[in-house]
């Protein structure tokens, strides 16, 4: 799966910013969407998650101010990110996970940096 991520820029804290992310197959074919974010010394981790089946996941540290989204009909994937912090300066990865038995295959775009500063 080819993902196309956007929408990252600079933001004041407390602002929002929507990141989206196309996918190059039907959404029906992708068992997990999810998007994760690296800042600079520190690991990639999981931000959001959904399922085909339409179930999400969060991260602790976003859970009430980030949303993940799906448009099926478009293939995309949307976060929406509110009351956004200095500490969720990023870079934030689109990634997709399709099951095939005891494996999956795992597929990221290239990353869309997220910088809150006032």
Do not use: H
């Amino acid at each position: 799966v080819q993902l196309q991520a956007s929408g990252g820029g600079l933001v004041q804290p407390g602002g929002s910013l929507r990141l989206s992310c196309a996918a190059s197959r039907s959404l029906f074919s992708i068992n997990v969407m999810g998007w994760y974010r690296q800042a600079p010394g520190k690991q990639r981790g999981l931000v959001a998650s959904s399922t085909s089946g339409g179930s999400t996941n969060y991260a602790d540290s976003v859970k009430g101010r980030f949303t993940i989204s799906r448009d099926n009909a478009k293939n995309m994937v949307y976060l929406q990110m509110n009351s956004l912090k200095p500490e969720d300066t990023a870079v934030y990865y689109c990634n997709s996970k399709r099951f095939f038995g005891s494996r999956y295959d795992d597929d990221w775009g290239q990353g869309t940096q997220v910088t809150v500063s006032s």
